[in-house]
């Protein structure tokens, strides 16, 4: 044999021996991801329920409807800051709420030097929030009806500053049925989740700004949104302020809670992940040590199983029953979508080289606004 066949079989030995122990991780992680309650209590804190909104017109209506028919949540305010829409979005809002005392509609104006619009909305909101609990919701979110009450018994019974009840996402197209799945799949498969709770390694950290229930307190102790202004995955750098100032957070299944369609095509997806994929992984050469990683563990091996290698067909059934697992565990389409995870492996690495190299253009907008 070769050099090049000798060093190609031991790359694809390497690489499923990384899919098995990665899945075999997932499984674990699955175990013990956390689950908020079914009949959860009534709360008896104050809730600041905080919506940023620009151009969601055809969006905050179901989202806003499910803030306000929640049961057992409670005092509630919810705040809805309207970050300059160019389209109907007040109005909406203002047709949803139709006078409920309990919504406050909020108007921005010229975002100032050194913010970008997301958190600079989230601080505007939480400036203005009145309860011991906030909560950040995104205008593509529908929340089940107790999905209040659970997320903050959850927060509560766990004893964190900060959890993220991950929402089910909702997945149509080809692009979305490839890519979508692996957000959940991706901290089930790497992340030691109990551990990463309490950790203050940056890098043990997950979260997601879809759903985001965290102490009011710990909130402002971390500096709020203020101390993440400049951050493009800001859910993200929240969490990992909070840690930086002694507290603790993570994800937890928050697949009977909330429901979300981030993007319903391919453009749609390729300009989300564009806009923010870059800063997923901290530097250029990180990044490329990422998508070099999931090459070897998730590609290699099913390509070398067409080529007759038994290696290649173990590792390939590793990354299936791990995205299986994935999807079957937070409400996904687990067949024949796991299947394919191959060619979503390769897509992603596909649009994480793709957000680099605008980056590094910087040409990066969203809505309306530059980026990068």
Not at 91 to 116: C, E, F, I, K, Q
Not at 174 to 199: D, G, M, N, Y
Not at 276 to 284: D, H, N, Y
Not at 287 to 315: D, F, I, N, T, W
Request: aromatic share 6%.
């Amino acid at each position: 044999m070769s050099r090049a066949g000798t060093a190609l079989r031991v790359a694809t030995w390497a690489g499923s021996a990384a899919a098995t122990a990665l899945t075999a991780h997932s499984l674990l992680n699955a175990r013990h991801l956390r689950r908020p309650a079914v009949e959860p209590p009534a709360t008896r804190e104050v809730l600041s329920v905080l919506l940023p909104v620009r151009d969601e017109e055809e969006r905050v209506g179901p989202c806003l409807s499910a803030l306000l028919d929640q049961v057992a949540a409670g005092a509630y305010e919810v705040i809805v800051y309207d970050d300059a829409s160019s389209d109907r979005t007040a109005d909406v809002v203002a047709a949803v709420a139709a006078g409920d005392a309990r919504v406050t509609l909020l108007r921005g104006g010229p975002l100032p030097a050194g913010w970008l619009g997301k958190p600079h909305a989230c601080a505007r909101l939480a400036a203005a929030a009145h309860g011991d609990v906030l909560v950040f919701v995104d205008a593509d979110v529908v929340l089940a009806p107790h999905a209040l009450a659970a997320g903050t018994d959850l927060l509560r019974a766990t004893g964190l500053d900060l959890v993220c009840p991950y929402p089910r996402q909702v997945a149509h197209t080809w692009s979305e049925r490839l890519v979508q799945p692996l957000l959940q799949w991706s901290w089930l498969t790497t992340l030691p989740l109990r551990a990463a709770e309490v950790s203050p390694r940056p890098s043990l950290a997950a979260a997601n700004g879809q759903f985001l229930v965290v102490d009011a307190l710990a909130y402002r102790r971390a500096g709020g949104h203020a101390a993440v202004r400049t951050e493009v995955l800001d859910d993200i750098a929240l969490l990992r302020a909070v840690k930086a100032a002694g507290g603790t957070g993570g994800v937890a299944d928050g697949t009977d809670l909330a429901t979300c369609r981030m993007y319903g095509s391919w453009p749609q997806l390729r300009e989300g992940y564009a806009k923010s994929l870059w800063s997923a992984f901290g530097s250029r050469p990180a990044a490329a040590g990422v998508a070099a990683g999931l090459l070897l563990a998730y590609v290699l091996p099913p390509l070398a199983a067409l080529g007759g290698s038994r290696a290649g067909a173990v590792g390939y059934a590793a990354g299936v029953v791990g995205r299986y697992a994935a999807a079957e565990r937070t409400g996904g389409r687990s067949v024949p979508d796991a299947f394919a995870h191959p060619a979503s492996v390769a897509l992603l690495v596909g649009l994480l080289a793709d957000s680099w190299r605008r980056h590094g253009r910087g040409g990066l907008q969203w809505k309306g606004r530059r980026l990068a």
